[in-house]
């Protein structure tokens, strides 16, 4: 009976590495020699790269990747230099091709004098420098990014676009909480979407065309306060999703990709938005008529793709609109003119469709392109039998069951501000509340009332006793010929004003004023229409009413704006 050989662990790591392999084809196992300038990557090369990219993963979250030591005799300026420097050396470590030897400088602890390198002051700090910015477009370097790059906390963009870059972004990149500007166009990266990047709280601009990231596009990325987005010639496939017109970039490139469904409807809540490019893709469905709310639009393209129905008449209302490409689609209908009226359109291509009428005003645009369709006396255009054969199957736009148009509204946001203007007169209140115990104190005004009764006598207080609820008003107005004693009860008003300060306790100080007169009624008994002396309660009433104007003072302590400055980097951005 033979040995069963048990299957070699060597053999299962070798095909686990291989299955691992995402940005390159190959089996080489030996350490190549990277090529030069101008030579893409060999497939040897690119498994090295890709091999040690894995392999430092592996230990990602255990010790620093590439296991960088800082020279003791080094001197760093500041804490945050130190740590860009380990930063740095790490990802110098993580490069295997430097053609144009832009990391030839990449020593010593002067970081700001790197090649690529940019320093600005620290947005916490104006007095320290930080590394602010990374520049190394087209400089034909193969490599990876590894964790450190984490450590460059205060770094404001980074663009690595036109080099040989593989393997996945960092999930460190999550530490970079003031990266506004993030390009990693025409590079190698691989695998889904970088979720890291829905992370970055201050990301502005995000370019991720020309790679190999695959899948899909997580619908988070169209409620990110983002201006511009590329991510064209990738690998993505998915259906837009429904919030995708809450995006409020100006810019947005989707296309070669595998996008497919609708159009959304909801793009017409992008009022931000100044060009779309949605072509070569998957699109099936007509155009929405809400494009025609993009007034500020200025380039529209979904050609190559397979839209069908109308040209939306409220294309015509697109007073922005340039450059507009229907072409390579299945459109019908006829042109609406208002579209080749409008002022400032240079361009308009719809070859390729369907189309069964051109107003006369689209042929005197400067540029436009009518060939394939069917428009009759206009030169190479479809058969009769293609034409005939399309215009008979009847089109329903409902069919593709699109999610129905539903109006965005911004106007909340605005009233948000005010609402820390109110916060302040509660605290006001508060503190003030301790002085509501004078108020008892100020009894005393009651025992002043022993003089109105001597000047009660007059006959006229009793005509005035019907009304015994409002006692108080008949008094001011009985005693005409008792000025003086008014102005000898002119003291109490100025004493409420001592309450006038807190509005809301307002509220007791009334109460207690107005408790102290039935005490007073005893003393007036023989007058019991005398209650008049408590006139000047009234008064104090009015006098509480106006303390809330003090509140607008507290107006003026509004939150401070940090970090507005630092929006700006300082290297000029090189797209």
């Not at 947005?252 to 931000?272: D, E, Q, R, T, Y």
């Not at 736009?397 to 129905?404: H, K, L, Q, V």
């Not at 109105?452 to 609820?469: A, K, N």
């Not at 009234?538 to 940090?562: D, F, N, Q």
Request: proline share 21%; with cysteine.
């Amino acid at each position: 009976m033979k040995n069963k050989t048990p299957f070699p662990i060597h053999l299962s790591l070798v095909i686990a590495f291989f299955l691992g392999t995402v940005v390159c084809l190959s089996v080489a196992q030996q350490t190549p020699t990277i090529s030069s300038y101008g030579r893409g990557l060999s497939d040897a090369e690119a498994m090295y790269i890709n091999k040690r990219q894995l392999l430092y993963y592996k230990d990602e979250f255990g010790d620093r990747g590439e296991r960088i030591t800082v020279d003791p005799s080094l001197i760093f300026e500041n804490p945050r230099l130190k740590n860009a420097y380990m930063a740095l050396q790490a990802w110098k470590q993580a490069i295997f091709s430097d053609p144009l030897n832009l990391t030839a400088n990449w020593v010593g602890s002067q970081v700001c004098n790197y090649e690529g390198v940019f320093c600005s002051q620290a947005p916490y700090n104006q007095t320290i420098r930080t590394v602010a910015g990374i520049d190394l477009n087209h400089g034909d370097i193969a490599g990876y990014l590894p964790e450190e790059l984490g450590f460059l906390v205060d770094l404001a963009l980074f663009h690595i676009n036109s080099n040989r870059f593989c393997g996945t972004i960092p999930h460190k990149f999550k530490k970079l909480r003031l990266l506004f500007e993030l390009d990693l166009s025409n590079n190698r990266f691989t695998g889904k979407f970088p979720q890291v990047v829905l992370k970055l709280p201050s990301l502005k601009f995000l370019d991720l065309r020309f790679n190999e990231f695959e899948g899909t596009v997580p619908k988070e990325l169209f409620d990110k306060d983002l201006d511009a987005i590329f991510i064209n010639h990738n690998r993505f496939v998915f259906d837009l999703p429904v919030n995708f017109g809450n995006s409020p970039v100006s810019v947005i490139v989707l296309a070669n990709n595998k996008f497919h469904g609708c159009v959304p409807s909801s793009l017409g809540n992008m009022s931000n938005l100044n060009e779309i490019i949605l072509m070569n893709n998957g699109f099936r469905s007509c155009l929405p008529a809400e494009i025609g709310l993009l007034k500020n639009l200025t380039v529209f393209d979904v050609s190559f793709n397979q839209l069908i129905g109308p040209l939306p008449d409220t294309v015509g209302g697109m007073v922005s609109l340039e450059q507009l490409n229907v072409a390579h689609n299945m459109l019908s209908g006829k042109i609406p003119a208002s579209i080749c009226q409008l002022p400032n359109l240079e361009n308009f291509t719809f070859s390729y469709n369907f189309f069964t009428g051109e107003p006369p005003v689209c042929l005197s645009l400067p540029d436009f392109s009518d060939r394939r369709n069917c428009l009759p006396g206009r030169p190479e255009q479809r058969s009769a039998a293609q034409c005939k054969a399309f215009l008979s199957m009847p089109v329903d736009c409902s069919s593709f069951r699109c999610a129905p148009f539903v109006p965005s509204l911004p106007a909340p946001p605005p009233p948000s501000p005010p609402v820390p203007v109110l916060s302040p007169p509660p605290p006001v209140v508060i503190p003030k509340l301790p002085p509501a115990p004078p108020p008892t104190v100020y009894s005393p005004p009651p025992p002043s009332h022993p003089p109105p009764p001597v000047y009660s006598p007059p006959p006229l207080p009793p005509v005035y006793s019907p009304p015994p609820p409002p006692p108080p008003p008949p008094c001011i107005e009985p005693p005409p010929p008792s000025p003086p004693p008014p102005i000898h009860y002119s003291p109490p008003p100025p004493r409420p004003v001592h309450y006038r300060s807190p509005p809301p306790p307002s509220l007791l100080p009334p109460v207690n004023y107005h408790s102290p007169p039935p005490p007073s009624l005893p003393p007036p008994l023989p007058c019991e229409n005398p209650p008049p002396p408590p006139p000047p309660p009234p008064p104090p009433p009015i006098i509480y009413g106006s303390p809330p104007p003090p509140t607008p003072v507290y107006e003026g302590p509004l939150p401070p704006v940090t970090g507005v400055s630092y929006a700006s980097p300082p290297p000029p951005p090189f797209y």
